[in-house]
C-alpha cells in the first residue's frame, strides 16, 4: 500500500470518528422523545380514566344534593329507570307538609365512603355515609298531641275534613321540629350505576333513602292509625294484669303536661243501683294550651286482679264534669272519675300519661274499700 492510499483510509478513519457520537446523539434523542410521548399517553390514559371513575362518584353527589333540597325531578333525572313510584305512598310529596320535611332534610350531610368501578362493562356502585335528622321524637310529640286534641275535637262535636286534619299534623310537625332537641342517625347506601347513552345514572330510587328523606317515618297518617288500633286493642282486653303497688304509694305526679294529686274517695251507686267507686284528685294544667284531664291523663282501676269498667254514677257531681272541661295553662282543678265495682276487695289505681309512647312515667296507689 502507497503512502497516499494510507493517507486516504486515515482520513476516512478520522471522519468516521468525528460523525458518529452526532448520529449517536440523535439516536438518543429520539429514543427519549418517544419515550416521553409513551409517558404522555399513558398520563392521558390515566387520566381519562380516573376522570372516568369519578363521574359516578358526582352522579351520586348530586343525587344526594336534590335529596336534600328535596328536588324531585332533579331525582329523577339521574334515576336510570325514571321511576319515583318508592315515593308514592311517603308524606314527603304532600304539599302541606313540604315546609317540616325540607327544614328536616336541609341538616342532612353525606361523604363518600367507597367507589367499586368497572369500565368495561359500564357500572359502579358507589358507597355513601348519610347523617340524617331521626324523627321518631318529633313524631312521638306531634302523634300524642295530635290525638288529644282530636279527642278534644270530638267530645267538642266537631269533625275535621281530611285536609283540615293534614294541617294540623302539618302545623305540630313544624311546631315540635322547632322545639324538640334534633337527634341524628347515620346509614350506609350503596347506589348501583349504569352508564346508559353516555352519562352514569344511579339504577333506581331504593327505600332507604326514601326513609332518609322522610326522617324514618314514611307516612305519619299510617302511624296515627296504627296508634289508634294499638288503643283501641289495648281497651277491647277484657282482662289485663294488676300492677304492683305498695301500701303507701300515692297518685302524685307532675310533667311538663300536667300535675296530679289524689284527694279522695268515696264508694256509692251507679244509674243501675250496683255499686262504684269515685276518685277524686287534682287535676293542674302545664302545658302551654288549653287541655283536661280526659285528654292528658290515663288513670285505670284494677280489683281481683281485673280492669274496672268505667261508670256513670246516680248522682250528678261538678268534679266528673270537670273531667272533662278544658282549662288554661296554669290552671287547677278538681276532678272525679268512677269505676264500676266487683266487691268489697281492695282496688289498685294506676296513673300515667294518656297517649304516651313507651309507657311513660307510671304511678300506682291501693284504696280500701271496706
Same mark, same amino acid.
Given at each position: +500500500?502507497?503512502?497516499q492510499?494510507? #493517507?486516504?483510509?486515515?482520513e476516512?478513519v478520522?471522519?468516521s470518528?468525528?460523525i458518529?457520537?452526532?448520529?449517536?446523539?440523535?439516536k438518543k434523542?429520539g429514543?427519549?422523545?418517544?419515550l416521553?410521548?409513551?409517558?404522555?399517553?399513558?398520563?392521558?390514559?390515566?387520566?381519562?380514566?380516573?376522570?372516568?371513575?369519578?363521574k359516578?362518584?358526582?352522579t351520586v353527589k348530586?343525587?344526594?344534593?336534590?335529596?336534600?333540597? +328535596?328536588?324531585? #325531578?332533579?331525582m329523577k333525572?339521574?334515576?336510570?329507570?325514571?321511576? =319515583?313510584?318508592?315515593l308514592?305512598?311517603?308524606?314527603?310529596?304532600?304539599?302541606?307538609?313540604?315546609?317540616?320535611?325540607?327544614?328536616?332534610?336541609?341538616? =342532612?350531610?353525606?361523604?363518600?365512603k367507597?367507589?367499586?368501578?368497572?369500565l368495561?362493562?359500564?357500572t359502579?356502585?358507589?358507597?355513601?355515609?348519610?347523617?340524617?335528622?331521626?324523627?321518631s321524637?318529633?313524631?312521638?310529640?306531634?302523634?300524642? #298531641?295530635?290525638?288529644?286534641?282530636?279527642v278534644s275535637?270530638?267530645?267538642?262535636?266537631?269533625?275535621?275534613?281530611? #285536609?283540615?286534619?293534614?294541617?294540623?299534623?302539618?302545623a305540630?310537625?313544624?311546631?315540635?321540629?322547632?322545639?324538640?332537641?334534633?337527634?341524628?342517625?347515620?346509614?350506609?347506601?350503596?347506589?348501583?350505576?349504569?352508564?346508559a347513552?353516555?352519562q352514569?345514572?344511579?339504577?333506581?330510587?331504593d327505600?332507604?333513602?326514601?326513609?332518609?328523606?322522610?326522617a324514618?317515618?314514611?307516612?305519619?297518617?299510617?302511624?296515627?292509625n296504627?296508634?289508634?288500633e294499638? =288503643?283501641?286493642?289495648s281497651?277491647?282486653q277484657p282482662?289485663?294484669?294488676?300492677?304492683?303497688a305498695?301500701?303507701?304509694?300515692?297518685?302524685?305526679?307532675?310533667?311538663?303536661?300536667?300535675?296530679?294529686?289524689y284527694?279522695?274517695?268515696r264508694?256509692?251507686?251507679?244509674?243501675a243501683?250496683?255499686p262504684?267507686?269515685?276518685v277524686?284528685?287534682d287535676?293542674?294544667?302545664?302545658?302551654?294550651?288549653?287541655?283536661?284531664?280526659?285528654?292528658?291523663?290515663?288513670?285505670?282501676?284494677y280489683?281481683?286482679?281485673?280492669?274496672?269498667?268505667?261508670?256513670?254514677?246516680?248522682?250528678?257531681?261538678?268534679?266528673?264534669?270537670?273531667? +272533662?272541661t278544658?282549662?288554661?295553662?296554669?290552671?287547677a282543678?278538681?276532678?272525679?272519675?268512677?269505676?264500676t265495682?266487683?266487691?268489697?276487695s281492695d282496688?289498685?289505681?294506676?296513673?300515667?300519661?294518656?297517649f304516651?309512647?313507651?309507657?311513660?312515667?307510671?304511678v300506682?296507689?291501693v284504696?280500701?274499700?271496706?
Open positions: +500500500m502507497d503512502q492510499t494510507q #493517507e486516504s483510509s486515515q476516512q478520522t471522519a470518528e468525528n458518529s457520537p452526532i448520529k449517536k446523539k440523535k434523542k429514543l427519549i422523545i418517544f416521553v410521548v409513551l409517558l404522555i399517553a399513558a398520563a392521558a390514559g390515566a387520566g381519562c380514566y380516573f376522570m372516568e371513575r369519578q359516578p362518584v358526582s348530586s343525587f344526594l344534593e336534590h335529596v336534600r333540597t +328535596m328536588n324531585f #325531578e332533579g333525572s339521574l334515576l336510570q329507570s325514571n321511576d =319515583m313510584s318508592a308514592d305512598n311517603a308524606d314527603i310529596t304532600n304539599e302541606a307538609y313540604h315546609a317540616f320535611f325540607q327544614g328536616v332534610n336541609q341538616k =342532612m350531610t353525606y361523604e363518600i367507597k367507589t367499586d368501578f368497572s368495561a362493562n359500564g359502579a356502585t358507589v358507597t355513601a355515609k348519610i347523617k340524617y335528622i331521626d324523627g321524637d318529633i313524631y312521638k310529640e306531634t302523634i300524642t #298531641e295530635f290525638l288529644k286534641q282530636i275535637t270530638a267530645f267538642s262535636g266537631q269533625e275535621l275534613t281530611e #285536609e283540615q286534619t293534614q294541617q294540623k299534623l302539618a305540630l310537625l313544624e311546631e315540635k321540629s322547632a322545639t324538640v332537641k334534633d337527634k341524628f342517625a347515620e346509614a350506609e347506601i350503596s347506589y348501583p350505576l349504569i352508564k347513552g353516555g352514569w345514572k344511579i339504577v333506581s330510587l327505600t332507604e333513602t326514601v326513609r332518609i328523606m322522610s324514618n317515618f314514611t307516612n305519619v297518617q299510617d302511624e296515627i296504627q296508634s289508634l294499638e =288503643m283501641e286493642t281497651e277491647t282482662e289485663q294484669e294488676a300492677p304492683q305498695s301500701a303507701d304509694g300515692k297518685i302524685d305526679m307532675s310533667n311538663d303536661k300536667f300535675t296530679i294529686h284527694k279522695q274517695h264508694v256509692t251507686t251507679d244509674f243501683g250496683a262504684c267507686l269515685l277524686y284528685y287535676y293542674s294544667n302545664n302545658g302551654s294550651s288549653a287541655s283536661s284531664a280526659m285528654v292528658d291523663v290515663n288513670l285505670q282501676a280489683q281481683n286482679g281485673n280492669l274496672l269498667e268505667p261508670a256513670i254514677p246516680e248522682s250528678d257531681d261538678e268534679a266528673i264534669d270537670q273531667f +272533662m278544658e282549662v288554661q295553662p296554669g290552671q282543678v278538681t276532678v272525679c272519675q268512677a269505676f265495682l266487683q266487691d268489697e282496688v289498685t289505681l294506676q296513673a300515667g300519661e294518656a304516651s309512647f313507651g309507657g311513660g312515667t307510671v300506682s296507689q284504696l280500701k274499700i271496706k
